[in-house]
């Protein structure tokens, strides 16, 4: 006998997140769930599988063909940028000046090359024609909106040595991470959100610093009543 009480949703509740997990591409999945396609307004978790973390290549970065930084053309350096986060994104700044440089030779991120950067990351998130929108900066990390509203479950085991920090990852993705723990472990314990969380995605140890870095998703997740 079901031990569920009678005229309880959780049926309802089980086969939804079925459906939002495996999801079939050839239904009418808008019929199922209203705007299933729309892009996201607010933070919305995405409950596909988690998949390795991949990293923009040097070679289809497309800056190769300058031997020196300052050389780039603005165009050219913008495609790059935008090239980076299509794949990364929300991708730290640094990460993001990493792939820059490795694409072409340059071993160290000085001052000039810096300012240089941001201010193309200026015009890109910037109001305008110029931007029109298409990026998004939330403190260090570069996205598009979409990216930074509903990240990927990613997997920073495969992520290059230098990226594989907790910093690079967007207190987006950490709320992500947590709020799987939760859905799949079936916890609301802070605690055991944060450490399920951090090793799902890579992260074995939930140092005070961890701690720490956690502290903003969590408050974020509380908000929303998916912790306790």
């Given amino acids: ?3 569920e009480t009678p005229g309880s949703f959780l049926p309802s509740v089980v086969l939804h997140e ?4 495996t999801p079939d591409p050839a239904a009418d999945a808008d019929a199922l769930h209203p705007g299933r396609f729309d892009p996201p307004r607010e933070w919305t978790p995405d409950l596909l599988p988690k998949t390795d973390y991949e990293a923009a290549l040097p070679a289809d970065v497309g800056l190769m063909e300058f031997n020196d930084f300052h050389d780039i053309p603005d165009d050219s350096l913008d495609r790059a940028i935008r090239r980076v986060v299509a794949v990364e994104g929300p991708v ?3 990460v993001l000046a990493d792939r820059l440089l490795e694409a072409t030779g340059v071993g160290r991120l000085g001052a000039r090359i810096r300012a240089r950067i941001e201010s193309r990351l200026e015009t890109l998130t910037g109001p305008g024609p110029a931007g029109a929108g298409a ?4 403190c260090a990390f570069i996205g598009l909106p979409t990216q930074l509203l509903q990240p990927r479950y990613r ?3 495969a992520a290059p040595e230098k990226t594989r920090q907790l910093d690079h990852v967007s207190d987006s993705e950490l709320m992500l991470a947590m709020l799987r ?3 799949d472990d079936g916890v609301r314990d802070r ?3 944060m450490n399920d969380g951090l090793h799902a995605i890579g992260f074995i140890r939930l140092t005070e610093k961890a701690r720490g870095r956690l502290q903003r998703p969590v408050e974020q997740l509380k908000a929303r009543g998916w912790l306790n």
């Fill in 1 to 3: 006998m079901s031990d």
């Fill in 18 to 21: 079925h459906l939002m997990r």
């Fill in 92 to 94: 730290h700044f640094d």
């Fill in 135 to 138: 990026l998004e900066r939330q």
């Fill in 155 to 157: 997997d920073w085991r």
């Fill in 181 to 183: 723990a939760v859905l």
């Fill in 191 to 193: 605690e055991r959100a």
